[in-house]
């Protein structure tokens, strides 16, 4: 008969072994043909490590898993049934979805192992992808917002490499709700992929400012290439510290209306909106309403809060501050605009509006 016999689930000792056959070996788990071609250099020179020092644990797996495991344009090289170096049959989809939930320890080399190697993450971009981020663009996003997007509710999964945000939803099953890196959703993974550690205090820390080595910086620059570029993970933005908050004059705000050029790191243009005293940049994932042409660029660069209570476009209620007037009803959609903007969007507070700023 044709019918498919069910696989038993794949236990991690099972997992591990297939991604990691020569890992045994000695040498800090070194391939026996990687440990050959160190010896020959060293016979060439005796301080190779007093100058460039051990490999790093992710240089590594770089080292043993090469390009042909995680790079598309290389699968040319090899013929439909050959398996790779170092493995004695690649892990198909359908097998990585039955492992066995008993995952090896984060501090174990092998946890990290198919964040490069599996080769069904190397697919290319989608259309729907394409299509996605080439009419929506690429926004600003927080460290908050970005832990929203965790898969839950079947939303995108994002994640954060050296100041870049991906979109990871075309492995959900590696990084949605109960998937083998699911910790690693909605954050900044930069000094674990760097480090090769997962702790909660490296989750989220700046890459920039993190005491990270010249080799681990190295092999964080490989993650992003690996991500970015050769994987094809659709880049969704930039991950961005809004400033320290100030006073704005009417004046200075109404030069942040998007159409200004984007600071360093920016995905976007800062776009400023005063709500009921406190200026809002709303490049963070808002963009496509108050930007250029979209429906409440009227709003970009002023003090909004009277035109939204009143639902207005009226020039008398753009930009003026005055609320004393108001009636209840009007006070009311302010204060559920205050809510959208700072709960629901979490658009970064950068000032407050004040009038007593000249301008």
Same mark, same amino acid.
């Given at each position: 008969?044709?019918?498919?016999?069910?696989?038993?689930?794949?236990?991690?000792?099972?997992?591990?072994?297939?991604?990691?056959?020569?890992?045994?070996?000695?040498?800090?788990?070194?391939?026996?043909?990687?440990?050959?071609? $160190?010896?020959?250099?060293?016979?060439?020179?005796?301080?190779? $490590?007093?100058?460039?020092?051990?490999?790093?644990?992710?240089?590594?797996?770089?080292?043993?898993?090469?390009?042909?495991?995680?790079?598309?344009?290389?699968?040319?090289?090899?013929?439909?049934?050959?398996?790779?170096?170092?493995?004695?049959?690649?892990?198909?989809?359908?097998?990585?979805?039955?492992? @066995?939930?008993?995952?090896?320890?984060?501090?174990?080399?092998?946890?990290?192992?198919?964040?490069?190697?599996?080769?069904?993450? /190397?697919?290319?971009?989608?259309?729907?992808?394409?299509?996605?981020?080439?009419?929506?663009?690429?926004?600003?996003?927080?460290?908050?917002?970005?832990?929203?997007?965790?898969?839950?509710?079947?939303?995108?999964?994002?994640?954060?490499?050296?100041?870049?945000?991906?979109?990871?939803?075309?492995?959900?099953?590696?990084?949605?709700?109960?998937?083998?890196?699911?910790?690693?959703?909605?954050? @900044?993974?930069?000094?674990?992929?760097?480090?090769?550690?997962?702790?909660?205090?490296?989750?989220?820390?700046?890459?920039?400012?993190?005491?990270?080595?010249?080799?681990?910086?190295?092999?964080?620059?490989?993650?992003?290439?690996?991500?970015?570029?050769?994987?094809?993970?659709?880049?969704?933005?930039?991950?961005?510290?809004?400033?320290?908050?100030?006073?704005?004059?009417?004046?200075?705000?109404?030069?942040?209306?998007?159409?200004?050029?984007?600071?360093?790191?920016?995905?976007?243009?800062?776009?400023?909106?005063?709500?009921?005293?406190?200026?809002?940049?709303?490049?963070?994932?808002?963009?496509?309403?108050?930007?250029?042409?979209?429906?409440?660029?009227?709003?970009?660069?002023?003090?909004?809060?009277?035109?939204?209570?009143?639902?207005?476009?009226? /020039?008398?209620?753009?930009?003026?501050?005055?609320?004393?007037?108001?009636?209840?009803?009007?006070?009311?959609?302010?204060?559920?605009?205050?809510?959208?903007?700072?709960?629901?969007?979490?658009?970064?507070?950068?000032?407050?509006?004040?009038?007593?700023?000249?301008?």
């Amino acid at each position: 008969t044709n019918q498919k016999q069910k696989k038993e689930p794949l236990t991690w000792e099972e997992v591990k072994a297939r991604y990691a056959k020569n890992n045994q070996a000695q040498n800090n788990g070194l391939s026996e043909e990687l440990i050959q071609e $160190h010896s020959e250099s060293q016979k060439t020179s005796t301080s190779n $490590h007093e100058t460039h020092g051990t490999t790093s644990n992710a240089g590594v797996i770089f080292e043993e898993y090469g390009e042909e495991y995680w790079n598309p344009r290389k699968k040319n090289v090899l013929s439909k049934d050959q398996n790779l170096p170092g493995q004695d049959d690649a892990l198909s989809s359908n097998e990585f979805d039955t492992v @066995d939930q008993n995952q090896p320890k984060p501090d174990d080399r092998n946890f990290w192992v198919p964040l490069l190697a599996d080769r069904s993450m /190397a697919s290319e971009m989608t259309r729907q992808e394409r299509e996605l981020y080439e009419t929506n663009g690429q926004r600003n996003f927080t460290h908050q917002q970005l832990e929203r997007f965790t898969g839950e509710d079947n939303s995108p999964i994002l994640i954060a490499i050296n100041g870049d945000v991906f979109d990871v939803s075309r492995s959900r099953r590696f990084f949605g709700p109960g998937g083998q890196y699911s910790m690693l959703a909605g954050r @900044d993974i930069s000094v674990c992929l760097a480090k090769l550690r997962l702790e909660e205090g490296l989750l989220g820390a700046d890459p920039a400012t993190a005491a990270l080595t010249k080799k681990e910086r190295r092999d964080l620059r490989s993650w992003h290439k690996v991500y970015g570029g050769y994987k094809e993970f659709p880049l969704a933005g930039r991950l961005v510290a809004p400033p320290p908050a100030r006073a704005f004059a009417k004046a200075e705000l109404m030069s942040y209306t998007g159409r200004q050029p984007a600071p360093a790191g920016y995905a976007r243009a800062p776009i400023l909106v005063g709500v009921a005293g406190r200026v809002y940049d709303v490049s963070f994932g808002g963009w496509q309403f108050y930007g250029e042409g979209a429906p409440y660029h009227l709003f970009a660069g002023r003090d909004a809060s009277r035109a939204l209570a009143r639902l207005s476009f009226a /020039a008398a209620d753009l930009g003026s501050p005055e609320l004393g007037d108001l009636g209840e009803k009007e006070r009311g959609v302010l204060a559920d605009w205050e809510r959208t903007f700072a709960r629901k969007k979490r658009y970064p507070v950068v000032g407050w509006y004040d009038q007593a700023v000249p301008g």
